[in-house]
């Protein structure tokens, strides 16, 4: 999946894109935004998406304020900068609510209580995190 740079780590705006190896225009100049983050507790998961084209430095100043609160509703503690734009798109339920402007070839699917993931891709999972990896497809390389 596409992402970064970083816009906030632990609790403080933190960027550095340039060292990240982020050298693109459309990424370091004012554009569509959409972020990850999570809190200090890392029992929640958002994603917010920009409406309005801003810079990163701004991007990343929304989300660590969404911490700086009286009430911390959000509490951005880590961020991370998603592509934006025609990359956009979310679907909940089966039900497309904002269609993408082109079409993806990465997605990020979340998975809860309510909605729980299929016991195949559990499997998946688990199964990577004891070290297992597909083998390439050696005729899809072009090198």
Not at 88 to 95: K, Y
Request: hydrophobic share 40%; with cysteine; aromatic share 10%.
């Amino acid at each position: 999946m596409t992402c970064g740079p970083r816009l906030v780590k632990a609790g403080k705006v933190w960027l550095s894109p340039l060292s990240e190896g982020f050298k693109d225009a459309g990424v370091l100049g004012v554009g569509s935004r959409t972020a990850i983050s999570f809190p200090a507790s890392r029992d929640k998961l958002f994603l917010v998406t920009f409406l309005d084209s801003l810079s990163l430095e701004a991007e990343a100043k929304v989300m660590r304020a969404m911490a700086s609160r009286p009430r911390p509703c959000y509490g951005c503690f880590e961020a991370m900068n998603l592509d934006g734009g025609a990359s956009v798109g979310l679907a909940h339920q089966g039900e497309i609510l904002l269609p993408p402007g082109r079409n993806l070839t990465n997605v990020l699917v979340v998975y809860d209580r309510e909605y729980p993931a299929p016991a195949q891709l559990k499997e998946s999972w688990e199964r990577f995190q004891k070290g297992s990896r597909p083998t390439p497809d050696k005729s899809v390389f072009f090198d």
